[in-house]
């Protein structure tokens, strides 16, 4: 008979045994490394070869772990057929397993992952420009799969999916498909079993299947069906970050911790060396800004998370809240560890020099350059000087109608961006932008509440942080010529239109808080004004702090009612879509002791006609029209 202290040690050695790594298990037919060749690692020698398309092209570029093999084609028009392919000399078994990692960089209307020689119907994989991942043996037993973070045209945004399928013949006529995506399984269901030929093929092979677009690693092709820990071992053996970016105040300092990440019991079979390179904004475990170091986990330590001091270089100059980057190399003697590609980490720096120090912006301080010194007292006597005789001739007087560029000057730049911020000087009193809350609560600038029609990305702006958002094209939609064009933030378009210029704010979604937090703390409550439709946010926000100017979008008719509620909310102006607007509605608006503004009028008759009306400010694309219509 056993006794305990035995059977606890017979036990303790089947549970070891029990998480040694799923890898070891073998039956690898085929491996694909990628590696500046098509050669098959696995040992069977299913050597693979280019098959040159006439309008398509191939190269070794930085793959997941070390290259990988990019297909694409040489024509501007990303559905051109014929591009390159791999010829893959292996004939599938009645069981099996295809692994690989792929970057997709251009979906088109789908993109091709796989084919086989049989037919082009069968046993193929692809992806459709919905971000959806199919797979199937034959039509009636396909399974498929949502990628998350891929937009409508192909543009995964930096991520690389992991993707398995598994199949296992059931009967003569019925097999069971599976796929897996980034080591989790998706869809498992029974479909028609057909033969699988002898051949596969990476990014096409049959006609209306070479649209094989991006970039493929480590393939591999098994005789038999994975388990989920081994896919899972494929996938997940990575670096994890926690949390996955910081956010910081100049001077201020913060951690995160660095992990080994993998299945349990597969161990790395050397030291893995972590090399972690901050920019010249942060400096890292008390060294020097921008300084590089490295983390080694060795045996025995692998799993041990090793803990990182981020501190946010307080600089003492404005260079406005910005975005540092971390960036994290791998190397190791290990081939599974080495070359992997580089994960970096994501530092929001909120600028803390903003306000001048102590004294902030005086009133005094024209240029706002935190001093006052003699260029703002020759600004000051300028002024002062040539209108001491409000009758004189040579007296400036204030414009009559306020000219607000809508979007910036949206004709002659992209909207919301920087660059149509800028577009707008010297033609628009103010400038216009529309300002939606990201995932992560940072104030950006857009109209519409997805990305799609203006930026190189799509989603809906709650579902993205700002470090997706940041890395989206936002002028390349409007010209070429504003090709890398950024998202900016609130803040960023407020230093853009200030002191030149007033910022108009339009708000489509986030809290009177956070609003006020980046008022506050660039200093500028009492030198923008705040418009919504949404009128009860407006109030808040006269509550909160009752020298901000707000002004009430709406549009259809303006009655007596709408009035007299805005002012009862404590708004300070009326702002309404034109084509309603007469003397009459101008009349009420006066009489109750409010300005009317109006927007968005682009067509020089009808902008005449209402600066002779009398209004009170005018929103257009075209600020330059509005200035020559009112002699300026």
């Not at 709406?554 to 007596?560: E, R, V």
Request: with cysteine; charged share 20%; glycine share 8%.
């Amino acid at each position: 008979m056993m006794n305990n202290s035995s059977m606890r040690l017979l036990l303790k050695t089947f549970l070891v045994i029990g998480v040694i790594c799923p890898f070891l298990k073998g039956a690898l037919r085929v491996h694909l490394k990628m590696e500046g060749n098509l050669e098959d690692s696995s040992g069977y020698q299913y050597n693979s070869m280019i098959i040159d398309g006439y309008q398509g092209f191939h190269a070794y570029t930085p793959g997941m772990i070390g290259q990988g093999l990019e297909l694409s084609h040489i024509s501007p028009d990303p559905g051109t057929s014929n591009n390159d392919y791999v010829h893959i000399p292996y004939a599938l078994t009645e069981s099996g397993t295809i692994a690989f990692w792929f970057h997709v960089e251009n979906v088109y209307n789908y993109v091709t992952l796989f084919d086989n020689s049989i037919h082009q119907d069968d046993w193929e994989m692809w992806i459709y420009n919905t971000g959806v991942a199919r797979f199937r043996i034959q039509s009636g037993g396909e399974v498929s799969a949502n990628l998350h973070g891929l937009s409508s045209d192909g543009d995964a945004q930096g991520d690389w999916f992991h993707f398995a399928i598994t199949w296992k013949k059931l009967s003569d006529t019925t097999v069971e498909n599976s796929l897996y995506v980034n080591g989790q399984l998706i869809q498992s269901r029974e479909g028609p079993w057909v033969d699988p030929g002898s051949t596969i093929f990476l990014g096409g092979g049959h006609a209306g299947n070479d649209a094989g677009i991006g970039m493929w690693d480590e393939v591999r092709i098994y005789d038999h069906v994975l388990d989920e820990p081994e896919i899972r071992w494929l996938a997940l053996h990575a670096l994890s970050l926690d949390p996955a970016e910081l956010h910081l105040q100049e001077g201020q300092s913060g951690s995160y911790s660095v992990t080994l990440d993998f299945p349990a019991g597969c161990d790395p079979d050397e030291n893995v060396y972590v090399t972690i390179t901050p920019d010249p904004s942060t400096a890292i475990n008390g060294h020097s800004a921008g300084k590089s170091i490295t983390l080694i986990f060795q045996s025995n330590f692998y799993t041990a998370p090793q803990v990182i001091q981020v501190l946010a270089v307080d600089d003492e100059i404005n260079t406005n809240d910005r975005i540092a980057t971390l960036i994290h190399s791998i190397s190791s003697e290990d081939e599974r560890w080495n070359s992997m590609q580089n994960k970096t980490l994501s530092v929001y720096i909120l600028e803390d020099d903003l306000g001048c120090g102590a004294w902030g912006y005086t009133p005094m301080d024209f240029n706002r350059d935190c001093y006052v010194n003699l260029t703002d007292f020759a600004v000051f006597a300028s002024e002062w000087m040539t209108c001491t005789d409000p009758s004189g001739g040579d007296c400036i007087h204030p414009p009559d109608v306020i000219i607000v560029a809508h979007r910036g000057y949206s004709q002659l730049a992209p909207e919301n961006t920087l660059a149509s911020c800028n577009a707008a000087r010297g033609y628009a009193d103010m400038v216009e932008f529309d300002v939606r809350s990201s995932l992560d609560q940072w104030l950006v600038l857009m109209h519409d509440a997805s990305v799609d029609r203006t930026t190189s990305g799509t989603g809906s702006i709650p579902d993205l942080t700002l470090a997706d958002l940041r890395a989206l094209d936002a002028g390349s939609w409007f010209s070429t010529e504003f090709t890398g064009e950024r998202i900016p933030t609130m803040s960023e378009a407020l230093l853009a239109i200030l002191p030149d210029m007033v910022p108009f704010i339009e708000r489509k979604t986030g809290t009177a808080a956070q609003y006020l937090e980046v008022l506050r703390a660039l200093r500028c409550a009492n030198d923008v004004i705040v418009i919504s439709f949404d009128w009860a946010f407006l109030a808040e926000l006269e509550t909160s702090d009752s020298t901000i100017i707000t002004g009430a979008l709406g549009s259809d008719t303006l009655a007596n009612d709408a009035i007299n509620n805005i002012r009862s909310l404590g708004i300070d102006f009326i702002d309404w879509e034109h084509s309603t607007i007469t003397a009459n509605e101008l009349n009420m608006v006066h009489a109750a002791g409010l300005e009317l503004w109006v927007w968005t009028v682009n067509n020089a008759a009808r902008m005449q006609e209402l600066l002779d009306l009398g209004i009170d400010g005018i929103t257009t694309d075209n600020p330059e029209l509005a200035r020559q219509l009112l002699g300026r």
